[in-house]
């Protein structure tokens, strides 16, 4: 079965700690991860996304992202948070085994900074 | 740079009703994508178009159509609209949206369409 999961739902974190929002997902294919953010009452924004080589990347607003296809993860990670990273955070999978690129989505994950 | 555009922005539509949602894709981009976003859940992917033809089919009730125009612009037709159809509609859109090994058009998304069914 093609999954994604975001094991939390919220993770609350002090202004200039680092965090890591964790996302899994299940598949016998080839996959392309991203991850998406989403400030209240607005889009999708694309923080990063890993398609081939390197595991390690790096997206904006200072997040980067590790791929482990032993442990078929993909956390994101960001050294120092600042309030206004505060949003929702999705974890989105293209399996590779379909002809056109439409996105899974994980249940997402609210990052709550505070001073 | 020229956006996805959505529209209309905001819809209150009573129970059994219909609504048409609109999308208007990036310049050149030939390819639509629909997702459905309840309130606290993630998006689900609700349909698909490249060139005019619906390219892959997700969650999409079957009182949800869609099509796509020959300017590339696409609509989504709800008709006997329910409580539970009260939502985000977000609409992306790519260039060619194949998946081709190493490589990947990014879709871009819209603001989405809220629409509120009493």
């Known amino acids: 079965a093609q999954s994604v999961t975001q094991l939390d739902s919220q993770v609350p974190v002090f202004e200039e700690a680092p965090v890591e929002l964790r996302c899994n997902y299940s598949s016998s294919v080839s996959v392309y991860l991203f991850w998406y953010v989403q400030y209240p009452n607005q889009g999708l924004q694309l923080l990063l996304k890993?398609?081939?080589?390197?595991?390690l990347v790096k997206g904006i607003n200072g997040f980067e992202a590790e791929f482990n296809k032993s442990q078929t993860s993909f956390h994101l990670r960001k050294p120092s948070v600042h309030i206004s990273d505060t949003a929702e955070y999705f974890c989105?999978?293209?399996?590779?085994?379909?002809?056109?690129?439409?996105?899974?989505f994980g249940t997402g994950t609210r990052l709550l900074v505070s001073p | 740079a020229a956006g996805v555009i959505q529209s209309p922005r905001h819809l209150i539509k009573e129970k059994r009703e219909t609504a048409t949602l609109k999308c208007y894709p990036i310049p050149r981009h030939d390819t639509v994508y629909w997702y459905q976003q309840g309130p606290g859940q993630d998006p689900q992917f609700l349909i698909s178009f490249y060139e005019k033809m619906q390219s892959d089919k997700g969650s999409i009730p079957d009182r949800f159509s869609a099509q796509q125009f020959s300017d590339y612009h696409s609509e989504l037709n709800m008709s006997s609209l329910e409580l539970g159809d009260s939502a985000l509609y977000f609409c992306a859109s790519s260039l060619e949206g194949r998946t081709v090994l190493g490589s990947y058009n990014e879709q871009f998304f819209g603001p989405g369409t809220r629409l509120t069914v009493l």
């Open positions: 989105a999978v293209s399996f590779l085994n379909t002809g056109f690129q439409k996105l899974v």
């Open positions: 890993y398609l081939s080589g390197s595991t």
